[in-house]
């Protein structure tokens, strides 16, 4: 069975974190904060609604703090599995968790001067050290070539030009015995939209080429 859950970017534009789930594979897309309003920031803090210790990987579209900036929270809860992205979104995404460490620390220690904050001591959402362990995670891949963050879902990044090192991400899993994709069903709507995008573009991951099985396409846009 395969699934998709929007953990955020969900009736908002922030904090994107989709959980992709194919047989026993467990894949999330993104690993963003939640920026803007005070509602939404204090989601940052509410329980992670997933087990982190149970994803094979995390697969990043671009390095913007909503879909980075709840990396290094992940990594103090204990994920240590492979973080896939472009050199370039490896690159800044450093530079834009080191700072985004950096402004919890010292808010933290603003609220604990001021007296404000609900909890004693007032703490940093995560700190400078749970980014340099998270960095360590990161697995750099090409656009263009296919690559398999956990069988049987494989991927592949095509240029988005959002930002530097910006992607979407091709997605092809194989149905099961009995899954079909049903005419009019948002799946086959999916299924359609990502064949309009990557139009032109040698169509098939390795495990489909040669005919057989159709796979499930998916587009996530960077």
């Known amino acids: ?11 908002t534009v922030t904090g994107s974190k989709y959980l992709l789930e194919a047989g026993s594979a467990r894949v999330l897309v993104d690993c963003g904060l939640f920026q803007g309003l005070k509602e939404l920031r204090e989601r940052n803090w509410a329980p992670t609604p997933f087990d982190v210790k149970s994803l094979a990987a995390v697969v990043l579209t671009h390095a913007h703090l909503d879909h980075v ?6 990594v103090k ?3 240590n599995k492979p ?17 985004s460490a950096k402004c919890q620390e010292m808010d933290a220690q603003y609220a604990n001067r001021k007296g404000y904050a609900k909890h004693k001591p007032a703490l940093p959402l995560y700190e400078d050290r749970d980014v340099e362990r998270c ?10 070539e296919w690559f398999s963050p956990a069988e049987p879902i494989w991927m592949r990044y095509h240029d988005a030009g959002h930002l530097l090192g910006s992607n979407m991400i091709e997605v092809q899993i194989p149905l099961t ?10 799946a086959s709507r999916l299924q359609s939209e990502s ?3 990557t139009s032109g573009i040698p169509p098939l991951a390795p495990p489909f ?5 159709q796979p499930l396409r998916i587009l996530f846009s960077g």
């Open 135 to 144: 960095m360590k995670l990161f697995r750099t891949k090409p656009r263009e």
């Open 83 to 99: 973080v896939y992205a472009t050199e370039a979104t490896r690159q800044l995404a450093e530079i834009i968790l080191l700072d």
């Open 1 to 11: 069975m395969t699934s998709i859950t929007f953990h955020g970017a969900a009736r």
């Open 209 to 213: 080429e040669g005919g057989g099985s």
């Open 195 to 197: 064949e309009k995008q």
């Open 177 to 186: 015995s009995g899954e079909s994709i049903g005419e009019g069903s948002a």
């Open 69 to 74: 900036g709840y990396l290094p929270r992940i």
């Open 77 to 79: 809860q204990g994920f």
